[in-house]
């Protein structure tokens, strides 16, 4: 393993390290008057994905989060964090309720992916996730996303349209996880580090492709072990860009969003590069 793979799998290691905090540890440091809202009105309520009502530097905002457990019992409970559809449902319908009341939204992502079985495929997952990635898009609200630990594949962006988003310094986010794609790539799901630093998952990579808008340091060790200092960063990144977005006008805030969005993924050939093919 050379020294980009140890750099990236050290990265994955200390978002997965069982010691990390959670959402709902996040939620209670940095909105301590939450009060939680359940069910999706059509099917039932997911412990997976928790919602709900809060304030932050003296403003009214909703909360939602994916939480993976910290226990061996809470992570059941949780289904280890991946969402079923009635969890983005539930999801779009705090973030309609948060649109009709003018508070703006702070989602935590923390997912390996959403659940992939049966029951959450009859009920319609890929449509769940679907459907608010296309509401998400138009909701009148500010919205700040923070990647805790895992963001991954669709189980994540189906709360991740956000006109702002943060990432922890050591967490990752990623179209499918290091393990599947070693799978694919390589056949072989034990080349997980290799397949890694091929992907371009960090914090650092996102940032530097405009994805993400701010790293949230971290300590030396990993968030766990000095958890006070990066819970203050993040109260004041926080604080800065609800500031910012509160300045703009709903139809402003949804044209810089769309603008956001369309430019992933845009590229131009360089001079060099149209001439090389002559």
């Known amino acids: ?83 079923h559809p009635e969890g983005y449902r539930k999801a779009l319908r705090l973030m309609k309720q948060a649109e009709k009341f003018h508070r703006p939204i702070v989602f935590i992502i923390d997912t390996p992916g959403a659940y992939p079985g049966i029951g959450a495929e009859e009920r319609g997952q890929a449509q769940a996730i679907a459907f608010n990635l296309f509401e998400m898009i138009a909701i009148k609200t500010p919205m700040i996303g923070i990647v805790l630990s895992e963001g991954g594949s669709g189980g994540a962006l189906a709360i991740g349209v956000t006109d702002t988003l943060l990432m922890l310094e050591n967490s990752v986010y990623s179209i499918i996880s290091p393990e599947g794609f070693a799978s694919i790539l390589f056949k072989d799901s034990t080349k997980a580090k290799a397949a890694a630093a091929l992907m371009k998952l960090t914090a650092d990579d996102l940032l530097s492709f405009g ?61 060099a590069e149209k001439n090389h093919g002559k």
């Open 211 to 271: 994805i993400i808008d701010a790293i949230v340091p971290e300590a030396k060790g990993g968030f766990h072990e000095d958890i006070q200092f990066s819970l203050s960063q993040l109260r004041i990144l926080l604080q800065k860009y609800l500031k910012q977005l509160f300045k703009l006008t709903p139809e402003n805030l949804l044209k810089i969003r769309e603008k956001k969005f369309r430019a992933f993924g845009v590229f131009e050939e360089s001079n």
């Open 1 to 83: 393993m050379n020294n980009i793979e140890e750099k990236v799998w050290e990265k994955v290691r200390l978002a997965r390290h069982p010691k990390r905090p959670t959402a709902s540890f996040l939620i209670k440091q940095l909105f301590p008057d939450f009060i939680e809202l359940h069910g999706d009105r059509q099917f039932g309520d997911d412990t997976s994905l928790i919602g709900g009502l809060a304030t932050f530097m003296g403003q009214s905002i909703t909360v939602i989060a994916q939480e993976k457990g910290s226990t061996t019992d809470e992570k059941i409970a949780r289904n280890f964090g991946m969402p």
